[in-house]
């Protein structure tokens, strides 16, 4: 037994909150008895020219966009699905030559990798807020894995941003059918009982996802808010100053419990949590506005 290793290097741009370009490394084994100018009957081209295609396709293409979030495990495994040759023994990945991460084929469920793969890239891509084109993505998951209670979830999400709620609502349900204990799931659909003016059952929804993720801030003020478009003003404070002790920087809980002391007549209260609010929005935004100079900045340096 012996192994054939193939080399390459390559560039890609990869990130979501922060753009960069990082430099990769790509090593590819094959075992196998090696006989002259092949390896068990395979040419060592037919490897070599693949190994090509697929590092020219990452240096090509926005990488998230590839693999979804571009983890070194996932670009990894990507490589791997893609060559997907029964004599591949492992792909070890370098970024930047500080890092490095090692997959073998016997540790990667390559058929069940096929629906994984369009869920991340789902994920990836409701994240940068196209929509359309997760809800693709997430489609073609479910119908490789109809019983993925994540991608339903997701999916959920996207409709609901395309102000599609009834079938946000769908995907919502059934992804709590799939797994009962899905507090993301509640949350949403929740969320989605609000949108459709259907009161009487968001706030049920509400409880079992703080029950079910009582660390999330975001579940506890969107519990907050329903207490609010119910009028127990009281119970949304509590609510909204939770949330803000869970995560100080989270600026709509200030302004919804702003909100929800004006509805009271605290109108000092009120000023402070609005103002502070509007400090935090302002500074996620000018954020944002940096983080997409720096990818276009990445692009046009990537076209030169």
């Not at 359309?132 to 109809?146: K, R, Y």
Request: proline residues 3%.
């Amino acid at each position: 037994m012996a192994i054939l290793g193939l080399a390459r290097a390559f560039q890609a741009t990869h990130g979501t909150k922060v753009i960069r370009q990082s430099t990769y490394r790509v090593e590819v084994r094959f075992e196998g008895l090696i006989g002259e100018d092949f390896i068990d009957g395979i040419d060592y081209d037919m490897p070599r020219s693949r190994l090509e295609e697929i590092v020219s396709q990452l240096e090509s293409k926005y990488l998230d966009d590839i693999v979804g979030r571009a983890t070194m495990e996932n670009v990894a495994s990507y490589i791997m699905f893609q060559l997907n040759d029964s004599f591949l023994h492992s792909v070890t990945l370098f970024e930047d030559e500080t890092s490095f991460v090692e997959l073998k084929a016997s540790e990667i469920d390559l058929v069940a990798y096929g629906p994984a793969l369009h869920y991340k890239r789902g994920k990836s891509l409701l994240i940068r807020k196209r929509f359309e084109d997760a809800i693709n993505e997430l489609g073609a998951a479910i119908a490789q894995n109809p019983t993925c209670a994540l991608a339903y979830n997701f999916r959920g999400r996207c409709w609901k941003h395309l102000q599609q709620f009834e079938r946000a609502l769908q995907d919502y349900c059934k992804a709590i059918d799939l797994c009962p204990i899905f507090g993301d799931a509640y949350r949403n659909r929740g969320n989605a009982y609000y949108y459709l003016q259907m009161y009487d059952l968001m706030l049920p929804d509400f409880n079992k996802a703080v029950e079910l993720m009582p660390e999330s801030a975001l579940a506890v003020n969107n519990r907050g808010f329903a207490y609010q478009r119910l009028g127990k003003y009281d119970l949304a404070i509590i609510d909204h100053s939770h949330a803000i002790k869970l995560d100080p920087l989270y600026a709509e809980a200030y302004l919804d419990r702003g909100n929800a002391y004006t509805a009271i007549g605290e109108h000092p209260l009120a000023t402070k949590d609005l103002e502070e609010g509007g400090r935090l929005q302002m500074l996620q935004s000018e954020f944002e506005v940096e983080r997409k100079k720096i990818y276009i900045a990445s692009q046009c340096l990537k076209r030169r």
